[in-house]
């Protein structure tokens, strides 16, 4: 089993930046991919961003390519997102996953998942 401990949401004005940590724990192993989903009041969940296993290739939704940026301390089993220019559309649920090897586009490419941490951007 794989537990992912989510960090770093909060309220923020817009214009703003956060950073989020994920860290893994548990039976982690590096070879895996993680990434971010989240999930706005009222809309679907969407895929925010992945990176491939030790800190590889990554992938972002159109909507925040230039302002959010995914990395990976291998060592430390950590993903971050780093988001930059928030935007009252970016307030939602943020959640970390954790499986597969690709950085897949779908909830379904991972096999773990965090329990969240909130992002509220005030205009």
């Known amino acids: 089993q794989v537990q992912l401990a989510e960090s770093g949401g909060g309220l923020v004005q817009a214009g703003g930046s956060l950073r989020l940590s994920c860290a893994a724990s548990?039976?982690?192993?590096?070879?895996?991919?993680m990434g971010w989903f989240r999930q706005a009041p009222e809309k679907e969940r969407e895929f925010v961003a992945g990176?491939?296993?030790?800190?590889?290739?990554?992938s972002y939704a159109d909507s925040v390519k230039g302002r959010f940026t995914i990395s990976r301390d291998v060592a430390k089993n950590t993903v971050y997102l780093q988001i930059n220019n928030l935007k009252p559309e970016d307030t939602a649920v943020y959640y970390c996953?954790?499986?597969?090897?690709?950085?897949?586009?779908?909830?379904?490419?991972?096999?773990?998942w965090g329990q969240g941490t909130q992002v509220t951007v005030s205009s």
């Open positions: 996953v954790y499986g597969g090897v690709g950085a897949g586009k779908s909830w379904s490419d991972y096999n773990y």
């Open positions: 548990g039976r982690t192993w590096s070879n895996y991919a």
């Open positions: 990176i491939r296993k030790n800190g590889g290739s990554t």
